[in-house]
């Protein structure tokens, strides 16, 4: 049976980031889970499917994971074994503090160009982390995701069969 680890790198006020590495594969049955927070993850390897209200979507490295505060979803790993992400966690004030109000829309942004350099950093995070800044990183990822969400129709639509 597959298992969840997750090694939290960095906190601040109101957030905190995780390594999440996931072991389960095809043969492992999806369950409901419940977001506890805020959270937008950098799927840095591996795929998994993931299941909201918003849908079903294959994520891969590159793409981003977003859940809302309280939302219920499931994962399952239909194509391979294991996946891992570098996940932040923002408690609601974060974004009320930081001013970046708003629900996410989508679960999922697909690996676009304007948020790359937050996906590297991401990367960094995990290999070099004395290197990384990451409470520039929580504040300009999640500045970045809603940037995208408010301007891009890309990461708005739903993924086509092609995607996935």
Known sequence: MGKIATNIVASGNDWKVGDVVCTSGPQDRPYEEQHETISIAVVLAGSFRYRSAHGSS????????????????????????????????????????????????????????????????????????????????????????????????QAKRAPTPADE
């Open 58 to 153: 294959i994520l891969s490295p590159g793409s981003l994971l977003l859940g809302n505060f309280r939302q219920t979803f499931e994962c399952s790993h239909e194509h391979g074994t294991g996946d891992r992400c570098l996940a932040f966690h923002y408690l609601p004030e974060f974004f009320d503090r930081a001013q970046l109000h708003g629900v996410f829309p989508v679960h999922r942004i697909p690996p676009i160009a304007s948020l790359s350099s937050w996906i590297v950093n991401a990367q960094l995070g995990i290999r070099q982390p004395e290197i990384v800044a990451f409470d520039e990183l929580a504040y300009g990822l999640a500045g970045g995701v809603l940037s995208v969400l408010g301007n891009d129709r």
